[in-house]
């Protein structure tokens, strides 16, 4: 396609879109900036890239509006405000990736009698589907995965290969979930008993994931002991997360790889977990709270916007003047040294 | 059912329980304090939720002997020695899941000629069976399990849907496997060659699990390189758990999620491990000793019953010690600042 | 086998091999140290291990050329530069592990029409491999694994249970994937929105494998936002490590358990990554780089060969020396104490 048709499906969704150069270009494929070929659009959306403007062989860039650009050397330009959402959206409408099994119910796939699987999902091959679920409409299940009995996945899920969901679980709309995560396996409760051994706590709550979720691949959700373990609508969960029983993830809330809450955690909306983050369990996070990554989070933070690292987690500005002392102890045992030895010499005289 | 027949049943298996009240309350459902309504039997187990005895609409509540209650609008008590241990026995008697598939080998399963299934137990959709296996009586695999050549699985254990057991493993009785999990995949060995490659190192042991263990989802237990990485009677382990080769597990000791054990690690029996602890390998830990969340083991804990914490691991006391002065550096580097302002004034005169 | 056919094959593969002792000996099995009865062949790598010369009771060991050891009571010994490396050749040759479904298609397995898979080629039972898949000479699938549509796996591939590879993935030749591994699932990207919500950038590049690469169990390695996630050969990871979009690890380097790499992270070749060690993104690493387990890595480490430790981490010797100090605080603040009561005495005088 060429440059001014993509021009103008961007000013479909986006005001303000301005093409600078020749818009009759060619594009054939998007690329990222350090590989960009002629005949790519690619695009600048951080300051740190600016550097590769003049030597780029991308026939056409996005930029930021406030990036002074002129078309040269056959270069084009696409200006908008938000260049890093334009790139997205175009990302999106012209390069789609093929899309697996939109052909109705698999052969190989079983699906238990009482199921109700509406006529425009997909259940892929060896798929299970146990007693009483329901498959919304436009759902597409990948090869592999197993739903078992009265769990419900809403309307135009993506559920890929190997994912388990269990008996009860409940799964709104849009939801994308990657392969080899794991909905709704038992929380981790057992009563101590005298003899040293542990009695196993029956988890017969479920997990609750509502619309436009995503939770990356090999991610483990417990079901709740009792009642409900909650992903709010529009979480977005990266792989190898560990959410506990009980917990309540906010709406909007991001969590990155590797992170995990123990039971009970409450997180508020539009929080950003770093990786490999823990929670100890039982606590409370505001709204719009940050986690740096590995930061180890001891008790409830209750305070709406604050930045926090460390393990035990502090407000960043704290944690980093600490580490910065610490890094100073050296000299720091020094001057006391010197200290010492001048206080003995003026107490000798 | 009514109170006095949870009563009833709770004389049959604890000593003490004492009814206060209405025991002809009919009671629907089990729930927790916060959410309990009209109808549901609650419990307090912890002095943290004994405020929402007053509030709670919950009907009947199972209390410890020693919290003073009294039968008041219509609101009944069970008093029991330990209240969430009764509660788990409720939990388990009166709300039990649905279980899955106990009916026998579904047909779509492959099993090798050479296996040996119980007759009593049940294999679920598309799993796999290799060359002599054994599957004990009344065991479940659910879905699209996968155990290899010659694995053995003892009694009344439940294997959830895409486990998989690699060749030659040997599984206890009453072991419960969440979905996801891998035991018995090679040990990370690998020897420096000379050119700066790596040469594999065959992993030719195996995996022993005993009785009554229970593995979280998306687990992985190594086997070993050679002989045995053992995991001994009544052990639980979260989920997204790293046991490395070779390692020995002690009888009822628990590890929390995404902790991490490195070849050869020995723990002791009734340890516990916190989340996202990681152990350095070949170290030896003593019974009961507990890993706050986020340990750094780096050394051998030969001291019964010790708590540590930290990264590196130090004892409670000293790691609380440590993070409170580090904490104070601050000050520290302001008071030697000024000492070393008033020592050169005092040199001065 | 005989003790001197055990020596003669190790001659064809390493030089300088000597046999001390009785030649005609029947080794039975390989074995540990530790565990070694008669019958057995063990070794000795380690000078930690050279206890147990006298009290084993294996019949032959392989030792380190530089190891004084006599044949007596009948025990004789094979002596060799490297003695570990010569005992995993014994291994591999010795006791190789009973290799599973080298036959063909199962007859469950779900091939698509414009899939490509080699006569020679193993399937194993509901396995799904999507359309214009390649398959190469000598693989082998296990069962339940997912190949989706226009992945390519090279020859001699091992590939365990469970396994999911992605649309468009590019796996090189004698690759090996343990159980639960997903290759190619959508790297964690979403762009704010003014309302708080995130629009997903769509994932539309590949992973790239090379040859001789080893992947361990439950490990997630994302495709590309566009381009390629690239592990280069003779790349070893462990179980449930996190490789996000873009990253690229240099040949050689070896990632243990539970590390998480985010998105473009740029490793150097023959690194050594510890356990649950977690790298900020769009950092990169020299070649032959060392990171202690647990590091947390906050910024590029250009400098070769160095050794790293911390969160943040540091050159080890300035971490240990950090550590140490931090230890000393109680100390430094009695210290300080003394100063401040002693000066204050001076000045009164």
């Given at each position: 396609m060429t440059l001014a048709e993509i021009a103008a499906y961007l000013q479909t969704v986006l005001s303000d879109v301005e093409l600078l150069?020749?818009?009759s270009i060619d594009i054939h494929r998007v690329a990222r900036i350090e590989t960009a070929a002629q005949g790519d659009l690619s695009f600048i959306a951080n300051s740190k890239y600016e550097k590769f403007l003049t030597e780029t062989a991308a026939s056409a860039l996005i930029v930021p509006k406030t990036l002074p650009v002129e078309p040269l050397n056959g270069k084009a330009f696409i200006?908008?405000?938000?260049?890093?959402?334009?790139?997205?959206?175009?990302?999106?409408?012209?390069?789609?990736?093929?899309?697996?099994?939109?052909?109705?119910?698999?052969?190989?796939?079983?699906?238990?009698?009482?199921?109700?699987?509406?006529?425009?999902?997909?259940?892929?091959?060896?798929?299970?589907?146990?007693?009483?679920?329901?498959?919304?409409?436009?759902?597409?299940?990948?090869?592999?995965?197993v739903v078992l009995d009265g769990a419900r996945i809403g309307n135009g899920c993506v559920i890929y290969p190997n994912v388990v969901i269990?008996?009860?679980?409940?799964?709104?709309?849009?939801?994308?979930?990657?392969?080899?995560?794991?909905?709704?396996?038992?929380?981790?409760?057992?009563?101590?008993?005298?003899?040293?051994?542990?009695?196993?706590?029956?988890?017969?709550?479920?997990?609750?994931?509502?619309?436009?979720?995503?939770?990356?691949?090999?991610?483990?959700?417990?079901?709740?002991?009792?009642?409900?373990?909650?992903?709010?609508?529009?979480?977005?969960?990266?792989?190898?997360?560990?959410?506990?029983?009980?917990?309540?993830v906010g709406s909007n809330t991001v969590i990155a790889a590797q992170a995990g809450l123990s039971g009970s955690t409450k997180l508020g909306e539009n929080c950003m977990i770093g990786g490999q983050v823990g929670f100890v369990g039982h606590l409370e996070v505001a709204n719009?709270?940050?986690?740096?990554?590995?930061?180890?989070?001891?008790?409830?933070?209750?305070?709406?916007?604050?930045?926090?690292?460390?393990?035990?987690a502090l407000p960043l500005r704290k944690q980093l003047r600490q580490e910065a002392l610490t890094g100073k102890l050296e000299s720091l045992f020094e001057r006391v040294k010197v200290l010492e030895a001048e206080l003995a010499s003026l107490k000798r005289q």
């Open positions: 150069g020749d818009g200006k908008v405000a938000d260049a890093y959402t334009a790139f997205v959206f175009v990302l999106e409408k012209f390069m789609p990736r093929v899309p697996v099994h939109r052909d109705g119910v698999h052969p190989t796939a079983v699906i238990a009698p009482s199921a109700t699987v509406h006529p425009s999902a997909s259940i892929g091959a060896h798929c299970f589907i146990g007693e009483r679920c329901i498959i919304g409409e436009q759902s597409v299940l990948h090869p592999n995965t269990y008996d009860g679980m409940n799964i709104g709309n849009r939801v994308v979930i990657h392969a080899g995560t794991v909905v709704g396996a038992d929380g981790f409760g057992f009563a101590p008993q005298p003899d040293g051994t542990y009695k196993k706590i029956p988890q017969v709550g479920i997990v609750v994931i509502e619309d436009d979720v995503e939770l990356g691949a090999n991610v483990c959700i417990d079901r709740a002991t009792l009642g409900e373990t909650i992903i709010k609508r529009g979480v977005k969960i990266d792989n190898l997360v560990q959410v506990g029983h009980n917990c309540f719009r709270v940050t986690f740096g990554g590995q930061s180890g989070v001891t008790k409830s933070h209750l305070k709406e916007g604050e930045f926090l690292r460390g393990s035990p």
